[in-house]
């Protein structure tokens, strides 16, 4: 019922979240796992996982971040430019704060068709000596990539809580008489933002991939990234006509002009999130420690009430293509045949080459008449180093049958009797409980937490 966020929803959005992160610290999970071995042998065990959710284990919170490193990684690897885009929201077009958060993922989703519609019918602004997209051109002209580029989302908050998102673009199509990375015509983009009820205010900014950052002057912070391409793409153009079109994105600030040229996109979206991820983990860390002026600069972003505002809207701090996502997706295969094999045979490598040169060199110090024992002698002594027996460390096939019966979140003094206790590890087993156990008893859920986020 509200359209912008003030002191009194500040404080109250704060309160609200602090109060349960504060509240299902006191929770445990409480399980029943029923257990088959294999000889038939039958066990139960009453088990309980403390009340984890991505806002307050530490675990969950170091492997997002992660994994946004691992998404900028995969675009290093599989992209040779990009653009950064920014996607505002105008409180008047919506009915609600509340639509308006709700609303921008879905419309950029409908952006994403948009750019991966076809019209064949219509000219490519890319292409030399077809005009630029005017409304009164729409029916004619189009600069939309014509794909769906892959890309990394943020979503951030203004200070008044207005929702609005960083994206960076992988691997656009480039314009043809410079080769400028070109997402969209910026009227385009913006008429078709407007379409979707957001706002007309957008911004892009072309960027290009460079491996060789630490040669550059002045110095980067970083070896390789995305960067500006006005400044450090492959063109002819002055310092005016550079300095005419970086002051014309004034919605995507990299730093303030003495230290904009040392920034990259990936380093942008990054500080914002560490700083995010870093008020979660601590109130008065990051994952980088910033500097004092960065401190400043960034302070307003790890602000309690904008994370109160992702868990009260449920909303995901950051997010990335499906193919990124694949991309960047650990290896689940560890119980493939074939790959145990192939480990257990990297090892016998890793052994035997290990061990080469001590063996030769011990052997190498004795008389030898004819180096060809020598060499025989060598490879005796490596097959004897293999004869133990190299086995996978992977895991064989499961030895027991497990069926897990999930009873319910519990506050710590309504738990039942005996399943408390010491909890050294995530789940742990707390009694044995027979089979005719009694009932659980009845506890009054009504000021439980929500449970959704453990299962999602």
């Not at 991505?54 to 992209?79: C, P, V």
């Not at 005419?244 to 004034?250: I, K, L």
């Not at 600069?297 to 996502?325: E, G, H, P, Q, V």
Request: proline share 5%.
């Amino acid at each position: 019922m509200v359209d912008s966020v003030d002191d009194r929803l500040r404080d109250l959005l704060e309160d609200g979240f602090t109060s349960y992160l504060n509240r299902i610290e006191d929770y445990r999970l409480l399980f029943d796992v029923y257990m088959v071995d294999d000889r038939g042998a039958e066990s139960t065990r009453r088990m309980t996982k403390r009340y984890k959710t991505r806002f307050n284990d530490q675990g969950r919170i170091s492997k997002q971040f992660a994994r946004f490193n691992d998404a900028l990684e995969y675009g290093y690897q599989h992209a040779e430019n990009a653009v950064l885009c920014t996607l505002t929201t105008d409180p008047k077009r919506q009915d609600s704060l509340l639509d308006g958060i709700d609303s921008i993922n879905e419309n950029f989703n409908r952006l994403l068709s948009y750019f991966d519609s076809d019209p064949s019918t219509k000219g490519d602004t890319r292409n030399e000596g077809t005009v630029g997209w005017r409304p009164e051109l729409d029916d004619e002209v189009t600069g939309r990539p014509r794909k769906r580029p892959e890309y990394i989302k943020a979503l951030e908050f203004t200070e008044k809580g207005y929702p609005h998102l960083h994206v960076l673009f992988f691997d656009v199509p480039t314009r043809d008489k410079d080769g400028m990375p070109w997402l969209c015509d910026k009227g385009e983009l913006k008429a078709k933002w407007m379409d979707y009820g957001q706002a007309e205010i957008v911004d892009t900014y072309p960027l290009v991939y460079r491996d060789d950052l630490a040669d550059l002057e002045p110095e980067f912070q970083s070896d390789e990234g995305f960067v500006d391409w006005y400044r450090f793409g492959d063109h002819d153009h002055g310092e005016a006509w550079i300095r005419e079109r970086t002051q014309a994105h004034d919605l995507i600030e990299f730093g303030d002009d003495a230290d904009a040229m040392e920034a990259t996109a990936g380093g942008y979206l990054g500080k914002y999130l560490s700083v995010t991820f870093g008020s979660l983990l601590d109130a008065t860390e990051s994952f980088e420690e910033p500097d004092d002026a960065e401190r400043e600069t960034y302070a307003d972003k790890a602000a309690t009430w904008k994370l109160a505002l992702y868990w009260a809207t449920n909303r995901r701090f950051w997010s990335c293509s499906k193919a990124i996502t694949e991309g960047i997706k650990p290896n689940e295969h560890t119980r493939d045949p074939d790959v145990r094999e192939a480990v257990r045979w990297c090892s016998l490598d890793s052994v035997k080459n290990a061990s080469e040169t001590p063996i030769r060199d011990e052997l190498g110090r004795r008389r030898w008449d004819d180096l060809d024992d020598l060499e025989a002698a060598i490879e005796r002594a490596i097959t004897e180093v293999e004869r133990p027996g190299v086995r996978s460390t992977l895991p064989e096939e499961t030895s027991y049958r497990c069926l897990i019966d999930y009873l319910g979140a519990y506050a710590v003094w309504d738990m039942p009797s005996g399943s408390l206790g010491p909890q050294p590890r995530d789940l742990e087993a707390v009694e044995d409980v027979a089979q005719d156990d009694d009932e659980l008893p009845m506890i009054d859920r009504e000021n439980d937490p929500p449970i959704i986020d453990v299962w999602t």
